[in-house]
């Protein structure tokens, strides 16, 4: 709780309903944690950075990030996936040929 109250939330509630939803999404356990929760701060976890101002880019790359992580924790069952993105079986398999993943 503390380290979701000293971020300044420079997106607002939007972001920190985006942030909830991934953490809910990608926590391996009953518990969300700080390291479940992608905060925009600067850290040495590794994360890519956007240094970009194309915004079509930039959500491109962070979708393709986040269907990765979802077969990663679904161990590559793409109706598990699908639930844990929250997104339709049509939309996921658009998106595996959108960005050539399938």
């Known amino acids: 709780m503390e380290y979701l109250q000293s971020?300044?939330?420079?997106?607002?509630?939007?972001e920190l309903k985006n942030v909830i939803e991934h953490a809910v999404i990608m926590c391996q356990t009953d518990m969300i944690t700080k390291d479940d929760l992608q905060l925009n701060v600067k850290t040495n976890s590794g994360k890519p950075e956007f240094n970009t101002l194309c915004l079509d880019w930039a959500v491109e790359e962070l979708e393709k990030t986040i269907i990765k992580e979802a077969l990663a924790k679904a161990q590559n069952n793409?109706?598990?996936a699908i639930k844990y993105l929250?997104?339709?079986r049509i939309a996921f398999y658009a998106k595996l040929e959108k960005y050539n993943m399938c």
Do not use: A, M
């Open 86 to 88: 929250g997104i339709s």
């Open 7 to 14: 971020y300044s939330w420079p997106g607002n509630v939007k």
């Open 78 to 80: 793409k109706s598990k």
